[in-house]
Nanobody, 122 residues
Framework: EVQLVESGGGLVQPGGSLRLSCAASGFTFSRYAMSWVRQAPGKGLEWVSGINTGGGSTTYGDSVKGRFTISRDNAKNTLFLQMNSLKPEDTAVYSC???????????????WGQGTQVTVSS
């Protein structure tokens, strides 16, 4: 059974940083691209960032480019999202999502986790 469990969310002031983690199990993590997605209150699902199997190719949504960094540790079956210069509009539930392929396909996922809440507020 595929399981994706996020952690690391919390309350942070504008301009602050957080590092999210996603522990994956139930599948061969190193064979699939992974993404981070988020959903703000009252809004639809937004793709945030994606990374290919080896970690050498990463992509970002325009709203987070230059502030967020995605990475993965295939030996530990873990996906990360380093978030810097956080803004109130980054407030959302952040989830990791598994791609059906080795490359990132925005909007196409086979599984995603329950998510972790990130709140940016003073």
């Amino acid at each position: 059974e595929v399981q994706l469990v996020e952690s690391g969310g919390g309350l942070v002031q504008p301009g602050g940083s957080l590092r999210l983690s996603c522990a994956a199990s139930g599948f061969t993590f190193s064979r699939y691209a992974m993404s981070w997605v988020r959903q703000a209150p009252g809004k639809g699902l937004e793709w945030v960032s994606g990374i290919n199997t080896g970690g050498g190719s990463t992509t970002y949504g325009d709203s987070v480019k230059g502030r967020f960094t995605i990475s993965r540790d295939n030996a530990k079956n873990t996906l990360f999202l380093q978030m810097n210069s956080l803004k109130p509009e980054d407030t959302a539930v952040y989830s990791c999502a598994k791609s059906p392929l080795a490359s990132v396909v925005v909007g196409t996922y086979t599984h995603w986790g329950q998510g972790t809440q990130v709140t940016v507020s003073s």
